[in-house]
């Protein structure tokens, strides 16, 4: 909930631009918000609801952390923590509320943002249930501002509890790109190819969303758009863009404009392992030949056969 002394915040009206309180007003009341202040959601999601693109997310989040220093943000774990959400509305005690708070405190893998929360809570007996979560040592520990320069989520914690896990993760991201090294030659020469990637994916989705919005999926229907935008990332295609446009250019063409009706498409593609839309294409038209409609080379007499074996004798019945 957002009360009317947000528009008496000296820095909601005089520092945020009219873009910050826009999105300053929608990590304050998103779907994902808490009773506690702290939430999952990743920029992705954040640029897909607020019709952003990722780089103007990073930039808006930058803004928050370093300048306005209103949040909090952890891309390991996704969670973000808004900085005076117990100031603002955790005034109320009592059973119902206090088990509420501490099941929604014992979901937070960052226990950092538990006490970073906790310094603006101005009830004691709440307080002293945040500050019941966090480590012994978190008090001394240094947690540094998100860093908003890369495109990805990627963040390396400074809390050393967790040096072997990053370790683990920056094993599996070399793996993972000898394994695009083999797949393509040219990534060793192109050092920004990872962030090439990501504004590409950008593009995809806007160009997906367009296709969906223009020819009549439902311009209002926002779950399924975002249903159909999963499989961008969370399908074995090598082409997951042109594959999904192609299945729903085919749900056009069958005026059968439904989620169901693309997924349906993209699941036996999927069962098929035609996984461009080149072999796609090959596919169907080995399936599908076009029947070709022989023409009968045969001629037929006008008026009655001549039984086979007759033979005609003009002399008959001269006698």
Excluded at 68 to 83: F, G
């Amino acid at each position: 909930m957002v009360r009317t002394e947000f528009w008496k915040n000296p820095i909601v009206s005089e520092e945020m631009t009219p873009e910050d309180k826009y999105f300053y007003l929608y990590l304050l009341t998103n779907p994902h918000t808490t009773q506690i202040g702290i939430y999952k959601i990743t920029k992705k999601q954040m640029a897909f609801d607020l019709g952003y693109s990722i780089e103007s997310v990073h930039s808006l989040m930058e803004r928050f952390t370093r300048h306005h220093k209103l949040i909090r943000y952890n891309p390991e774990t996704r969670e973000i923590a808004i900085k005076n959400w117990g100031k603002d509305n955790l005034h109320k005690g009592g059973k119902p509320v206090m088990d509420c708070i501490n099941s929604e405190l014992k979901e937070v893998e960052d226990l950092s943002l538990i006490l970073y929360v906790s310094e603006t809570i101005q009830k004691s007996e709440i307080r002293s249930l945040y500050e019941s979560f966090c480590e012994p040592e978190s008090e001394n520990d240094t947690y540094l501002d998100t860093e908003c320069d890369e495109v990805d989520d990627t963040f390396i914690r400074p809390n050393t509890i967790r040096g072997q896990k990053e370790k683990e993760k920056e094993k599996e991201k070399e793996k993972q790109k000898q394994q695009q090294k083999a797949f393509n030659p040219n990534i060793e020469n192109n050092p920004d190819i990872e962030e090439q990637s990501q504004i590409e994916k950008t593009k995809d989705v806007k160009e997906i969303g367009e296709f969906w919005d223009n020819n009549g999926f439902g311009f209002s229907n926002v779950n399924a758009k975002k249903q159909l935008l999963f499989w961008l990332n969370d399908s074995s295609f090598l082409q997951p863009k042109d594959v999904i446009l192609k299945a729903m250019t085919i749900a056009c063409a069958n005026n059968k404009r439904k989620l169901n009706y693309v997924i349906g498409i993209l699941k036996n593609w999927e069962n098929e392992s035609l996984l461009t839309v080149g072999e796609i294409d090959s596919f169907h038209e080995n399936q599908n030949p076009i029947p070709r409609h022989k023409q009968s080379t045969e001629s037929f007499p006008a008026g009655r056969a001549i039984p086979s074996g007759f033979e005609l004798d003009l002399t008959a019945g001269e006698e």
